[in-house]
């Protein structure tokens, strides 16, 4: 007879029929026992063949593949930008880009265009998508712009700006003429590859090493903008005369005895656009937009205009300006300077006095300025701080208050239909003649900054509204509904404070959202709830399609009213003129279809590339201006709450980060749902909107970082502009 091995649930059994008295047959636990053991086997082994099961398909089952670009930071982590077919990866409505580890990275450097395998969920930190770099598709980065830097026998270039794209190696023979500390451009020779740096040659010197604006320009170059124009660009430019030819009878309407005044800040040089207001019979007002009519200048297809097309837009980087054209047309032929004529495009608008637009004209038109205004005089005159200016200009004085009180209905309209209004504070930087940032306040803005954006925003709209149902190819500005992932998040937020957000990704309408806002006004956390909000938007973007404005809750809306130092603008100019002259054939369509795609395409790229220039630039100069502050103390606000501490922002704007680690009065801990660090022991807590003393322990330039800590004082004392400790005597 064979003998079989005995099972380990047949010795377990027999172990406990022994332990029993080995009465097996008369036992009746001893059975019941046998059979909770033979169900328990059955089910860890029904459980280990499915698992077995799950991690077969597992291994058949394809990775997820994402093509996107990457962006690499310090630390050496960076995130991947998907563009497209972001909805089949995320069903859920995750907007946000994907992490990647820096043992990932793979070589690759800031702005490549990779592909990347998505991790598992389980593999995630947290809620984030999680991926690694497979293969990099395109070395997009061809050139970087930085400091050039000169150790004993080695040279390198370290890139501009807190994103770490690795330091690059410079033989002797490829500095061309590049010494220690310059701001450089210098070219990819040799990718980074297996742990070894990247390569490179110097190819242009920003500036040499301490001269004035060379840092900012270096972050121009670093976003792949150039200062100087080709020189076919400004040939073409100087040819162009600057008196305008004389006009043809019919060809445009003279508006040249009409009072029309310009309103922009104080340094401002190229002026887009210009108003009129005038009270009709009938008590309606007729607003009149007259925008500088480049078009004339920069025609299709020219240098100029695949230069144009090229920068997109200008930039305003603190105090310096990379114009999208060259100066002699963007401040002075273009410009609508006063006492010039000038040629334009002007949208007259019919408002009745309940803010309704009835009727409108659009056409080309000549203009000469009568005025040349400044925001802060024209906001001192509505508010009667200029004495006897009535006296003095009657009939500009008339004008402006038919501006005032027409503005005012526009914004209440506005407001009526939903329209959302981020009232976050700027900054304004003050740099001395050496380039440093002296000085940093809030920037002032008052009521004619609002006079002006009233009326851009209704020429905008119905040009706009006229185009589309011209169906012409042309350019939208268009700002979808947020995601249903953003709303979520900005729902959780706001349920720290209290507020309850009625409304899903389907539901959501702008004004709900407007209605939140005016319930915050004036608290502490008013600002901290706008930029929460600001985050959950999408961004906006041009687009050929009216998908309309969310923010704006219009449906229809483009950018007409800057075609100096935005393409969009430029292109629908053309399309209005060459519309307002005839329907264009269908030949022109299919050309012209091809030509606003590839302008909504670029300049919404080139729009994110020009706004991390402004801000990285800010971002500088508020930390340099921090530096020479490290030790002294201030007053400041809690702006926001992390896991890692809280971020507490000054009167003037700067905002530097707490660390938790350093609350030494008690063990703090981060509760998210009520947005806020509360102390273990003595329950002190840290919440939004709380106002806080704190010292500046450490500004970093190269890092953007500015760290401040907690300062317990009973007193402040202010002298001589500086803010100091006195304690209170003991009593």
């Not at 990347?116 to 770099?133: C, D, K, M, S, Y």
């Not at 501009?160 to 990819?188: H, L, Q, W, Y």
């Not at 349920?495 to 389907?506: M, T």
Request: net charge positive; glycine share 6%; aromatic share 6%.
């Amino acid at each position: 007879m064979k003998k079989t091995k005995a099972s380990k649930i047949d010795i377990r059994i027999k172990n406990e029929e022994k332990n029993s008295g080995g009465k097996r047959g008369n036992s009746k636990s001893g059975a019941n026992k046998k059979s909770t053991a033979i169900r328990s086997a059955d089910k860890g082994a029904a459980n280990a063949k499915s698992k077995n099961k799950k991690r077969a398909r597992a291994r058949r089952k394809k990775p997820v593949v994402v093509i996107g670009v990457i962006r690499k930071y310090e630390k050496g982590f960076g995130f991947i930008e998907i563009r497209e077919d972001r909805e089949r990866l995320f069903k859920d409505g995750d907007n946000r880009d994907i992490f990647v580890a820096g043992k990932d990275m793979k070589d690759a450097m800031d702005g490549d265009a990779v592909s990347a395998e998505l991790l598992p969920r389980h593999l995630w930190r947290g809620t984030r998508p999680e991926a690694r770099v497979r293969k990099i598709v395109t070395r997009c980065t061809t050139e970087v712009a930085g400091t050039f830097y000169e150790e004993g026998s080695f040279s390198f270039v370290r890139p501009e700006g807190p994103k770490k794209r690795g330091d690059i190696f410079i033989s002797a023979r490829n500095t061309n003429g590049a010494e220690d500390g310059d701001m450089v451009v210098c070219k990819i020779l040799m990718y980074p590859m297996d742990g070894q740096r990247a390569e490179g040659e110097i190819t242009e010197i920003i500036a040499r090493k301490g001269e004035p604006g060379g840092d900012i320009r270096t972050i121009v170059r670093a976003h792949g903008f150039a200062e100087k124009f080709p020189a076919e660009v400004e040939n073409q430019a100087n040819a162009i005369r600057a008196r305008i030819p004389k006009i043809k009878e019919g060809e445009r309407k003279d508006l040249r005895e009409k009072m029309t005044v310009t309103i922009d800040g104080e340094y401002s040089k190229d002026f887009d656009d210009a108003v009129s207001v005038e009270i009709l019979p009938n008590g309606s007002y007729l607003l009149g937009v007259h925008i500088a009519d480049v078009s004339h200048y920069v025609e299709e297809g020219t240098p100029l205009d695949r230069e144009a097309l090229k920068r997109g837009t200008s930039i305003y980087p603190v105090n310096q300006v990379v114009p999208m054209l060259p100066e002699k047309l963007s401040n002075n032929i273009c410009s609508l300077r006063p006492n010039r004529d000038r040629f334009t495009l002007t949208v007259d608008m019919e408002i009745t006095k309940s803010g309704e637009i009835v009727n409108y004209d659009i056409y080309e038109s000549v203009i000469k300025s009568k005025e040349r205004l400044v925001y802060s005089a024209v906001s001192k005159i509505i508010e009667g701080d200029l004495v006897k200016y009535e006296e003095i200009h009657p009939h500009l004085y008339r004008t402006i208050m038919n501006m005032r009180d027409l503005a005012a209905l526009l914004a209440k309209k506005r407001e009526e239909r939903g329209s959302i209004n981020f009232d976050l504070p700027e900054a304004e930087i003050e740099i001395d003649e050496t380039g440093a940032a002296v000085n940093v306040k809030r920037a002032e803005r008052g009521i004619a900054h609002n006079i002006i954006e009233e009326f851009m925003l209704a020429a905008n709209e119905t040009v706009a509204e006229h185009f589309n149902f011209m169906q012409v190819p042309f350019v939208y500005r268009v700002h979808e509904k947020p995601d249903t992932a953003k709303l979520e998040e900005l729902r959780r937020f706001l349920y720290g404070f209290g507020i309850n957000l009625k409304a899903n990704a389907d539901s959501v309408h702008p004004q709900i959202l407007a209605v939140i806002l005016k319930e915050v006004k004036g608290k502490p956390y008013e600002n901290a709830v706008s930029t929460a909000m600001l985050r959950t938007m999408q961004r906006a973007e041009y687009d050929t399609e009216c998908l309309g404005h969310f923010g704006l809750s219009l449906k229809y809306y483009c950018h007409f009213t800057s075609p100096i130092r935005r393409y969009p603008d430029l292109i629908i100019h053309r399309i209005i003129k060459e519309t307002l002259h005839g329907y264009p054939s269908s030949e022109r369509l299919k050309e012209l279809t091809k030509k606003v795609r590839i302008a909504a395409d670029m300049s919404s790229v080139n729009e994110r590339k020009a706004i991390e220039v402004e801000r990285d630039a800010e971002s500088l100069k508020k930390t340099e201006y921090m530096e020479r502050h490290v030790g002294e103390i201030f007053e400041g606000t809690v702006s926001s709450i992390k896991s890692f501490g809280m971020y507490v922002e000054l009167p003037n704007t700067i905002r530097g980060l707490v660390k938790i680690e350093s609350l030494e009065n008690d063990d703090y801990s981060y509760q998210e749902d009520r947005q806020s660090l509360i102390g273990t022991h003595t329950g002190d807590t840290y919440s939004i909107g709380r106002k806080v003393t704190v010292k500046v322990v450490r500004a970093d330039k190269d890092t953007r970082e500015i760290d401040f800590i907690i300062v317990n004082t009973n007193r402040l004392e202010t002298q001589r502009g500086q803010t100091r400790i006195i304690k209170r005597k003991s009593q």
